[in-house]
């Protein structure tokens, strides 16, 4: 079992930044894909940014591709999203999702994630 926890959402002006967290428990942390989604009201789940085992490849969603930047630091068990540039189109609900299959190749895709946080709501005001 995989327990995610998102933090660092908030209320922020077009053009600003904001830096999301999501913290995992589990010893094997190393291992796991790591994404982020978004959801708008009135909209599907959206693929945000996606980072693998290592951090040796990421993958962006085509909206905020140049804008945000997927990390991970293994040692705290964290997974980081820095969002630059902000537009008000980026509001969201934004979830971290783990993907614990070992799977190689790109996964950005809901379906690829098995475990989901409650997510964090990010408000971009023009």
């Known amino acids: 079992q995989v327990h995610l926890v998102e933090s660092g959402g908030g209320l922020v002006q077009a053009g600003y930044s904001l830096r999301l967290s999501c913290a995992a428990s589990g010893r094997t942390f190393s291992n796991y894909n790591m994404g982020w989604f978004r959801q708008a009201p009135g909209k599907e789940r959206e693929f945000v940014a996606g980072?693998?085992?290592?951090?040796?490849?990421?993958d962006y969603g085509d909206s905020v591709k140049d804008r945000f930047t997927i990390s991970r630091d293994d040692a705290k068990n964290t997974v980081y999203l820095q969002m630059n540039s902000l537009k008000p189109e980026d509001t969201a609900v934004y979830y971290c999702a783990a993907d614990t299959s070992r799977r190689w190749g790109p996964r950005t895709a809901s379906d690829d994630y098995n475990y989901w946080g409650q997510g964090t709501q990010v408000t971009v005001s023009s």
């Open positions: 980072i693998r085992v290592n951090a040796e490849y990421t």
